[in-house]
C-alpha cells in the first residue's frame, strides 16, 4: 500500500503560481506512476498531468498549454507540480495519485490517492 500525501495549495490571485508537492510512502515501484487531477465543483475529476517513476517520462493533459510543468525528486519521494500563469478556472481541489505500468488520463484506473490539497485562484 502506497500512502500520498499533498501540499503546496492555497489562495492565488490570477496570473500567479503555485508549486504542488505529493510525497509518497509505503511500498512503491519502479514502473510506479504518479499523477495529478483536480476536481471543481460540481465537474468531475479531471487529469492534469503524470509521471514515471522510473525514467521520469511525462504526461500532459492538452488543455494545460504549458503553464504545468510536473517533476520528481527521488531522493524524496516528491512529485512536484508546478502551475504558472494560474487562472480563475484551475480553481479545483488537486489530488495526487499512483498506479502501475503506464499512465492514463481515468481517475478510475488510479489505485492511491491523496487526501487533495485546494488551490483556488482569484480574478
Known amino acids: 500500500q502506497v500512502q500520498l500525501v499533498e501540499s503546496g495549495g492555497g489562495l492565488v490571485q490570477a496570473g500567479g503560481s503555485l508549486r504542488l508537492s505529493c510525497t509518497a510512502s509505503g511500498r512503491t515501484f519502479t514502473n510506479y506512476i504518479m499523477g495529478w487531477f483536480r476536481q471543481a465543483p460540481g465537474k468531475e475529476r479531471e487529469f492534469v498531468a503524470a509521471i514515471t517513476w522510473s525514467d521520469s517520462s511525462t504526461d500532459y493533459a492538452d488543455s494545460q498549454q504549458g503553464r504545468f510543468t510536473i517533476s520528481r525528486d527521488n531522493a524524496k519521494n516528491t512529485v512536484y507540480l508546478q502551475m504558472n500563469s494560474l487562472k480563475p478556472e484551475d480553481t479545483a481541489v488537486y489530488y495526487c495519485?499512483?498506479?502501475?505500468?503506464?499512465?492514463?488520463?481515468?481517475?478510475?484506473?488510479?489505485?492511491?490517492w491523496g487526501q487533495g490539497t485546494q488551490v483556488t485562484v482569484s480574478s
Open positions: 495519485a499512483g498506479r502501475q505500468y503506464f499512465s492514463t488520463h481515468n481517475w478510475s484506473d488510479y489505485r492511491d
